[in-house]
């Protein structure tokens, strides 16, 4: 069950690495669903400081030297524009990973988990739910910004860390399959939901019909752009530091902008039970528009054209997701109560008849600012 971290010995991970620092004390940190997170303390030349210490989810990313070869790269390309850019704090606007002591960006300790160590960004924060229209428009921006620097990335195509990560027909096959198994029991009593997401089958393949006829294009894409993983600024908002690199890689823009709808244009958090909480903030779905396209200048008009479907797809692909792990006995993501995957599905669903009943308001709002 993917319900509980393990407490690792980071003093023992940390001693992997090319810290320069002794290590003091460490906790667990955030609220991930995917990897384990640690905040440690390091005493530095008799100053404390800190780093995000992370041992990465071998379950789910069955790849983990890959996927830190894709984050090495983008993160180094980061670095480099930055710095060529003049900016004062290259090293608190991307990741940074920490040399292992073979000079690695990772390390592996005795039981085969990877590990990795980047920097604490300080002075900022990720939000669950957010507090403001200005932050909703900052945090767009700054994922906007991301893929405008991912486009310039040279090279070899990046690795596909999860393949078919968005290809929302395959998730729904996926979710067939878990019901067919029903391993965990669970079928009959989600009948409800399970019908939802057949209803909604013909939506499923828009966007993967798109790419393959080849009106959306490729790009280098985030496709985990859930508020929390981008770090607003505490004093101006501003979006100092993308983060969660795993799933970077060939993907379509939409999917990173879908899933910034999803995140932040809700009236409640994603695990919030009670479906009635849940409606769209037209406001909160403006200030993406406006903060996304201020900086994503390079749409075509196809991708244009359905970012607020996306909006729709990617909450009721994630809807699908939960749905899924919850029949399968909640493997994938990290619950802390048992009807926790069936709460954020059903969170899902009713977002996305949310959003279908606004999506004239929310086509009217795009068009204004496109
Ligand atoms: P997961 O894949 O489990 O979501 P993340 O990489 O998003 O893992 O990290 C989990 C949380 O840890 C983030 O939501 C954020 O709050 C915090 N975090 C991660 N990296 C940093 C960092 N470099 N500086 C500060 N906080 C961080
Ligand atoms: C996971 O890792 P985290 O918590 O930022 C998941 C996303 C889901 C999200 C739902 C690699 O994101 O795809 O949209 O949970 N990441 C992975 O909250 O599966
Ligand atoms: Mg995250």
């Known amino acids: 069950m993917a319900s509980s971290s393990s407490i690792h010995d980071i003093r023992t991970i940390a001693a992997l690495f090319d810290m320069r620092a002794d290590f003091v ?131 070899e195509r990046l690795h596909e860390t999860i393949p ?21 029991g669970r079928a009959a009593e989600v009948a409800t939901e399970i019908e939802f997401a057949r209803a909604r089958s013909a939506d499923c393949s828009r966007i993967t019909d798109l790419i393959a006829s080849g009106e959306i294009p490729e790009r280098v894409t985030h496709n985990d752009t859930k508020l929390n993983n981008v770090l607003l600024d505490d004093v101006t908002a501003e979006g100092v530091c993308v983060i969660d690199l795993d799933t970077t890689m060939p993907g379509s823009a939409l999917y990173d902008f879908g899933d910034m709808v999803r995140t932040a244009a809700p009236t409640t958090r994603e695990d919030d039970p009670d479906p009635a909480n849940i409606g769209v903030r037209l406001d909160r779905f403006e200030a993406l528009v406006k903060g ?32 899924t792990d919850y029949l399968s006995g909640d493997v994938y993501f990290k619950i802390s109560r048992p009807s926790h995957n069936i709460d954020r599905c059903r969170n899902q669903f009713a977002f996305v008849k949310a959003i279908e009943d606004n999506m004239d308001a929310m086509e009217k709002i795009v068009a204004a600012h496109r």
């Not at 991708?303 to 749905?323: D, M, S």
Request: positive net charge.
């Open 292 to 323: 996304y396209l201020s900086t994503a200048t390079f749409l075509n008009k196809h991708e244009l054209a359905n970012l607020a479907f996306a909006g729709k797809l990617l909450t009721l692909e994630c809807g699908i997701r939960f749905l």
């Open 164 to 184: 078919n990560f968005h290809n929302t027909p395959k998730r729904l096959e996926a979710l067939e399959a878990a019901i067919a198994a029903d391993s965990a």
């Open 25 to 155: 004390s460490a906790q667990v940190y955030g609220s991930g669903h995917i990897n384990d997170t640690y905040c440690a303390w390091f005493d530095q030349s008799g100053k404390r400081i800190r780093y995000v210490v992370q041992r990465i989810n071998h379950n789910v990313f069955k790849q983990p030297v890959q996927l830190m070869e894709n984050v090495e790269r983008v993160t180094q390309h980061a670095l480099a524009t930055l710095k060529a850019n003049g900016s004062r704090e290259a090293y608190r606007r991307t990741l940074t990973c920490i040399p292992s002591l073979d000079g690695k960006p990772y390390a592996t300790d005795s039981a085969g988990n990877v590990w990795r160590i980047y920097p604490f960004v300080e002075r900022a924060r990720g939000y669950d739910e957010l507090e403001t229209n200005e932050q909703a428009y900052q945090a767009a921006r700054a994922f906007g910004e991301f893929q405008k620097l991912a486009a310039t990335l040279g090279g």
